[in-house]
T-cell receptor, first 113, second 116 residues
Framework: TQLLEQSPQFLSIQEGENLTVYCNSSSVFSSLQWYRQEPGEGPVLLVTVVTGGEVKKLKRLTFQFGDARKDSSLHITAAQPGDTGLYLCAVDSTTDSWGKLQFGAGTQVVVTP | EPEVTQTPSHQVTQMGQEVILRCVPISNHLYFYWYRQILGQKVEFLVSFYNNEISEKSEIFDDQFSVERPDGSNFTLKIRSTKLEDSAMYFC??????????????FGPGTRLTVT
């Protein structure tokens, strides 16, 4: 079972600052997904990255997949209070899986006005 | 925008009782999943379902659990005899197969199951 490590566990910043969170593993993945989860709600899909070195942008969010497809980062520019949430990375946990996602523990981001 | 829906939002049951959690996946999706999240812990895979049968299941998904797609729209998770440790948020998800993009899963809002 691949272990996904997310860092930091918790991040508190002021509105307008930038932040980066990381998702790392020793295993190679065919694809990786980022989700955001609010308390008491389901994870909301933000992006899927597939190609090593790929960069995807979603408004102020920039996602990068590592060249070796073992790690990924999420960068938020000029964070706003609405960006507060638990950011989760997830991967298909086996090469022949039918979408059995393994989740990291998440990074809790708090953006204060 | 299409979304996954789940009912009920909160279910309270006594230990030993049967519960059925319901989900309506996104209409053109063919792959369906159940996950659970115990308070303060990671989201954990329970089972995947395709073409009217289970594709994969985790160790958590023992004989007390079953899934069914009783009609063209609903997808259910049944726990036959609930235990205290079954208390958790249960999430349904659905996806289509994207080839190299894998299975891009969309999650429902969850059912909070409380076993007393």
């Amino acid at each position: 079972t691949q272990l996904l490590e997310q860092s930091p566990q918790f991040l508190s910043i002021q509105e307008g600052e930038n932040l980066t969170v990381y998702c790392n593993s020793s295993s190679v993945f065919s694809s990786l997904q980022w989700y955001r989860q609010e308390p008491g709600e389901g994870p909301v899909l933000l992006v899927t990255v597939v190609t090593g070195g790929e960069v995807k942008k979603l408004k102020r969010l920039t996602f990068q997949f590592g060249d070796a497809r073992k790690d990924s980062s999420l960068h938020i520019t000029a964070a706003q209070p609405g960006d507060t949430g638990l950011y989760l990375c997830a991967v298909d946990s086996t090469t022949d899986s039918w979408g059995k996602l393994q989740f990291g523990a998440g990074t809790q981001v708090v953006v204060t006005p | 925008e299409p979304e996954v829906t789940q009912t009920p939002s909160h279910q309270v049951t006594q230990m030993g009782q049967e519960v059925i959690l319901r989900c309506v996946p996104i209409s053109n999706h063919l792959y369906f999943y159940w996950y659970r999240q115990i308070l303060g812990q990671k989201v954990e895979f329970l089972v995947s379902f395709y073409n009217n049968e289970i594709s994969e299941k985790s160790e958590i998904f023992d004989d007390q659990f079953s899934v069914e797609r009783p009609d063209g729209s609903n997808f259910t998770l049944k726990i036959r005899s609930t235990k205290l440790e079954d208390s958790a948020m249960y999430f349904c998800a659905s996806s289509e197969y994207l080839g190299t993009g894998g299975y891009e899963q969309y999650f429902g809002p969850g059912t909070r199951l409380t076993v007393t």
